[in-house]
């Protein structure tokens, strides 16, 4: 079945550091790839996605490429601010089916 | 903005009890799911829906049950709850073409406690 590997952390960066957090993924097909994020006491919301290979999702600064040779969608920020400290969620949806896999969540501590 | 609304921040139950977790939304997605959140295990489905009065079993639905009898509302039922149903619970919304049309909308959480 589908599954999405990202490494749990925390991963603790000083303010203006550069960011970046793995993911890769197995899945059947062509699946479209998701960053989503949690900030403390919210639920979930949608980062930034891309729907096929080489595609490159980009919001507030973070950026993923869609890598079907090594089936990764990798997040990346240049400078990371204490205001970006949460859970992100890699994630796939994958055939037809209105179900979304998730990974494990990788926690991000920002410090001053 | 949508909003995904669920009735309890933090629920408190013994064993055995009924429990009823809420979720009401309002932009009139027909798509709605019920996840949970657990350390190390992320998001898993345990059901969802595409319309009124449908559901169809996600990942883990045993222990549980869902009801949705009106669209802006999808109710997560466990009806025996026990100390490994302790979790957080995520509703969420979407349009049709999951992703194509509109990404999840995620309501903030009910922290559920069976003791």
């Known amino acids: 079945g589908d599954s999405v590997t990202q490494m749990e952390g925390p991963v603790t960066l000083s303010e203006e550091a550069f960011l970046t957090i793995n993911c890769t993924y197995t899945?059947?097909?062509?699946?479209?790839l998701f960053w989503y994020v949690q900030y403390p006491g919210e639920g979930l919301q949608l980062l930034l996605k891309?729907?096929?290979?080489?595609d490159k999702g980009s919001n507030k600064g973070f950026e993923a490429t869609y890598r079907k040779e090594t089936t990764s969608f990798h997040l990346e920020k240049g400078s990371v601010q204490v205001s970006d400290s949460a859970v992100y969620f890699c994630?796939?949806?994958?055939?037809?089916?209105?179900?979304?896999?998730f990974g494990i969540g990788t926690k991000l501590q920002v410090i001053p | 903005d949508v909003k995904v609304t669920q009735s309890s921040r933090y629920l408190v139950k013994r064993t055995g009890e009924k429990v009823f977790l809420e979720c009401v939304q309002d932009m009139d997605h027909e798509n709605m799911f019920w996840y949970r959140q657990d350390p190390g295990l992320g998001l898993r489905l345990i059901y969802f829906?595409?319309?009124?009065?449908?559901?169809e079993k996600g990942d883990i639905p045993e222990g549980y049950s869902v009801s949705r009898e009106k669209k802006e509302r999808f109710s997560l039922i466990l009806e025996s709850a026990s100390t490994n149903q302790t979790s957080m619970y995520l509703c969420?919304?979407?349009?049709?073409?999951?992703?194509?049309?509109?990404?999840?909308?995620f309501g903030n959480g009910t922290r559920l406690t069976v003791t």
């Open positions: 829906s595409y319309d009124v009065k449908m559901k």
């Open positions: 994630a796939l949806l994958s055939g037809g089916y209105q179900k979304v896999t």
């Open positions: 969420a919304s979407s349009l049709p073409g999951l992703h194509y049309n509109s990404p999840l909308h």
């Open positions: 891309a729907t096929k290979a080489d």
């Open positions: 899945a059947t097909g062509y699946p479209s």
